[in-house]
């Protein structure tokens, strides 16, 4: 007899990649990456599976043909200030907040609730969260991320070639391309360090959850103790798609 239970999609279309999830009861079935804009590849993803809801991270302001598809077979919902959440959010500009930010928060809860938790998400930015053992979140800190800071010097300079991201085990560059690599690698490492170390001194039992398409490559030379999840905004997704299902 087959199951019967119901299959939800999570997606997240944002400034560089977009990537969907498929969960069924509170197990995520599988995720990938896909194309922002075009269908054929959620269709292939989907392979043939009509979720009943869909619950959507987007930065982009016009509305890609991916979502036009969606709607012809799933309830769309689109993550966006009144929705129900997981967390109480205490930004105080609440519209200007990155849906991705709010996921990612709501997604550490689900994962560490009665806990502390500081949410570094290491994509095109990396952007420092907090969420309280109660639930609250505040906001935190957002910086350029690793190609972000690569281009920029290349961009803003008449000499600095552009170079590709590498990694770094020596402090000290021998060539100009070693030494930028030394300085943004090394320079987002005593970032993370600094901000960790920071947030540990302010709250007790803290714990820190790396995600980011480049989060489980910075995370590696950190002293502290990181979870890693690659797929945290899809779990924060899920969660939020569950409490605005009625």
Avoid: W
Wanted: charged share 20%; aromatic share 8%; hydrophobic share 40%.
């Amino acid at each position: 007899m087959k199951d019967t239970k119901p299959v939800y999609l999570t997606l997240d279309l944002g400034n560089t990649s977009a990537s969907a999830a498929l969960f069924m009861g509170n197990k995520m079935l599988k995720v990938s990456a896909i194309r922002r804009n075009s269908p054929a590849g959620l269709k292939v993803f989907l392979s043939r599976m009509k979720p009943e809801a869909c619950m959507v991270s987007s930065v982009i302001k016009s509305e890609p043909p991916l979502l036009s598809f969606l709607r012809t077979v799933s309830r769309v919902i689109l993550l966006r200030p009144g929705l129900l959440l997981p967390v109480q959010n205490n930004y105080l500009t609440p519209k200007t907040l990155g849906q991705d930010r709010l996921a990612c928060a709501a997604g550490a809860h689900t994962l560490f609730p009665g806990r502390n938790v500081l949410i570094i998400d290491a994509g095109t930015c990396i952007k420092y969260d907090f969420v309280d053992a109660e639930g609250c979140y505040y906001g935190g800190s957002i910086t350029p991320g690793l190609h972000m800071r690569l281009e920029a010097l290349h961009h803003f300079t008449s000499a600095l070639p552009l170079v590709k991201p590498k990694e770094t085990h020596e402090i000290t560059g021998r060539n100009t391309a070693q030494s930028i690599l030394s300085g943004v690698e090394y320079g987002i490492r005593f970032e993370m360090e600094g901000f960790i170390s920071a947030y540990k001194k302010q709250y007790k039992n803290l714990k820190v959850v790396m995600t980011g398409g480049d989060g489980l490559r910075l995370a590696k030379p950190l002293k502290s103790n990181i979870f890693a999840a690659p797929h945290l905004i899809h779990t924060g997704l899920y969660e939020i798609l569950q409490k605005n299902l009625a």
